[in-house]
């Protein structure tokens, strides 16, 4: 996207960024983190915790004397200072542009990457995105981590208007099925992420499988939020009578009665297995989970992953690191 083209596509996110400004960013600036502290760890100065490496874990981390006494190899976690690296993985896939009440899960999206990633540059810190557009030739656009107010609205316009394909098919010809893999998103990052960072997955994870066994790989090496993006009417349908429903990716087209009790049912019943499945899946990977619905405010959400985050930071940060490993780590 060159500079003429941006420019009018970034005036267009900045609205959508002063509002934010306003309403969220001014609850929200200093819990996420201070001048000084911040409840992401990272690469600082001040030892967090210590806990067992693991393969890919960056040998300069190794706490030499913990390791000497309990023979097993333990690595330092720091809390992040001042600078931090977050990167932003984003599922634009057909199925998140989709929302039952007048706001997509796209729209959601937007409004937390605004959020979070201003929240972040106002204290210095760096910003960068993958972007993952699946189809027939499934691509990636990478933004570059940068600093400052103009790197968010740069972000917000890559959301709004990815690049173009080199070569658009002729309006004539069929819609070509396109799922979602999401596995392949999660693999371009982890190649790519060298330095450990804090990464944020922003997906409603309807995605092909595979997926799981990469994010975990990223969870080991980085702070990974999985942000799991959802609509009301993906769990239960309203009685409504005939609907044609679309699928969002492939663009197969089914016709269904809401009215018949027994297909409600059925519905629900098969929404609830992929619910369960899906909450496994992100509970084997080891990542933090923030769901956001259509319907959900975003501030309240935050706010309350805030409020989690310092509570388990409490309640892990003596139960991790006993007394005797930090004085050996300070010895």
Known sequence: M??????????????LLQRLEWSVLRRLDGLLQGDYRTLWRGSGLDLA????????????HIDWNVTARLQVPHVRQFTEDRELTAWFLLDLSGSVDF?????????????????VARLLTRHGNRVGAV?????????ETVLSPGLGRTQ???????????????????????????????????GRAETMLRRRSLVFVLSDFISEPGWHAPLGRLARRHEVLAVRLLDPMEMALPDIGLLTVEDAETGEQLLVDTQ????????????????????DQLGAAGVDVLELATGDDLLAALLRYVALRRQRARATSGHRMPAELRSAAQA
Request: hydrophobic content about 35%; proline content about 10%; charged content about 30%.
């Open 2 to 15: 060159n500079e003429a083209a941006s420019a009018p596509a970034m005036s267009d996110a900045e609205p």
């Open 99 to 115: 929302g039952s009440a007048g706001r997509t899960k796209l729209a959601v999206s937007e409004g937390f990457v605004a959020a």
């Open 49 to 60: 915790d210590l806990r067992e490496y693991q393969h890919g874990d960056d040998v300069r």
């Open 131 to 139: 972007l993952y557009h699946p189809g027939a030739r499934p691509r």
């Open 152 to 186: 968010v609205l740069q972000l917000m316009t890559r959301m709004r208007r990815p690049n173009p394909p080199t070569s658009a098919p002729p309006k004539s010809a069929p819609r070509e099925r396109a799922p979602t893999r999401l596995a392949e998103l999660l």
């Open 260 to 279: 018949d009790a027994g297909f409600r049912e059925r519905f629900e019943a098969l929404a609830a297995g992929h619910e369960a499945q899906l909450r």
